[in-house]
């Protein structure tokens, strides 16, 4: 399942959600790649070039392979939690 994220302002916080997530979630490129956030190798590449500038993200495309973990994020995203 597809979601897009807004405003990321907590790159700590974002990534301990997506620990919590049940399934994988992958973080969808501009470029059409797909790079797997529970991958710590992937998390550390993608999130340092993404955050480098340690500023917010405006908006980023992911995929969870958990209906569940769309569910948690949205909730997240939507209350800050």
């Given at each position: 399942m597809k979601m897009t994220m807004y405003k990321v302002d907590d790159p700590e916080k974002f990534l301990d959600m997506i620990k919590q997530c049940k399934g994988s979630v992958e973080l969808v490129s501009k470029q059409g790649d797909r790079l797997n956030l529970k991958s710590e190798l992937t998390k550390y590449i993608a999130i340092s070039k993404?955050?480098?500038d340690n500023t917010f993200?405006?908006?980023?495309?992911?995929v969870a392979s958990e209906p569940d973990d769309i569910t948690f994020l949205l909730q997240y995203m939507m209350e800050g939690r």
């Open positions: 993404l955050f480098s993200i405006n908006d980023m495309e992911l």
